[in-house]
């Protein structure tokens, strides 16, 4: 079964960091420009971070200088580390392509930032 497989989210306090993690599931990441993307209820899902094939990255201005995207091409595992969050960061993610056609979503990770 094909899936991407989101892990590594939790209650984290502000300031503090997290390491996520985005496994695929008979799904090669390795040939596609990938993403990170976060939802809160009522918004849409916003890409925050992006690395293509060749490792080049991009990020949105939200968590530009505080997020790493890597990706381990052997495990078939992306990840994005997270530091110095804050309050608003408190959303669930998911990993896919940036572009169509998208894998199939996960369920995502939820990341609650609050004292």
């Known amino acids: 079964q094909v899936q991407l497989v989101e892990s590594g989210g939790g209650l984290v306090q502000p300031g503090g960091s997290l390491r996520l993690e985005c496994a695929g599931s008979?799904?090669?990441?390795?040939?596609?420009?990938m993403g990170w993307y976060r939802q809160t209820p009522g918004n849409q899902r916003e890409l925050v971070a992006s690395?293509?094939?060749?490792?080049?990255?991009n990020y949105a201005d939200s968590v530009k200088g505080r997020s790493t995207i890597s990706r381990d091409n052997a495990k078939n595992t992306m990840y994005l580390q997270m530091n110095g969050l804050r309050p608003e960061d408190t959303a669930v993610y998911y990993c896919?392509?940036?572009?169509?056609?998208?894998?199939?979503w996960g369920q995502g990770t939820q990341v609650t930032v609050s004292s």
């Open positions: 690395i293509s094939s060749g490792g080049s990255t």
């Open positions: 008979a799904f090669t990441l390795s040939p596609y420009y």
């Open positions: 896919n392509k940036v572009s169509p056609p998208y894998g199939p």
